[in-house]
């Protein structure tokens, strides 16, 4: 099977390229949603979303998230929201949740633009994640031990 991507990447994008310019809301996919949930995507770009892709696959964490940091420097004066859209599951997409936190951190834009994280679930279509869900995740004490408070 031939894929054909046409959703820009983030790493080819200028900082203040008019693909982010267009629109003050950003969603950052992982590159397969758009082959294999391409449905997902037509909510977003109705609601007004400049949707770009990325696979940390292809391209390290550390290149994407220096690229996002200058992006959200450079466009703060105007973007409202920076969203994330995954496979729930994915061991590598699952980073690029980690990386939007930790750019926000970075650039010391934690209270000036809205980030949300969406994933996709098998039976459930789209789901909202919170970001307290996403800084847990990072922490695998954490996770273990709300695990073992759950138990009882």
């Known amino acids: 099977m031939n894929q054909v991507h046409n959703i820009p990447k983030l790493i080819d994008c200028n900082a203040r390229s008019r693909i982010i310019r267009s629109r003050n809301k950003i969603l950052l996919m992982g590159r397969c949603v758009e082959v294999e949930h391409s449905d997902a995507l037509v909510t977003f770009r109705d609601s007004g979303y400049s949707i770009l892709s990325v ?28 969203a994330v859209l995954t496979v729930d599951g994915s061991p590598h997409c699952v980073q690029l949740h980690f990386m939007v936190e930790e750019a926000f951190k970075v650039t010391g834009l934690e209270g000036e633009i809205r980030r949300r994280h969406f994933v996709i679930v098998k039976g459930e279509g789209v789901v909202e994640v919170p970001k307290e869900s996403v800084k847990v995740a990072r922490y695998l004490s954490k996770v273990s031990k709300l695990i073992k408070q759950c138990k009882g």
């Open 55 to 82: 696979c940390l696959e292809e391209e390290h964490i550390n290149m994407v998230g220096f690229k996002l940091a200058g992006i959200l420097r450079r466009c703060r004066d105007f973007l409202e929201e920076v």
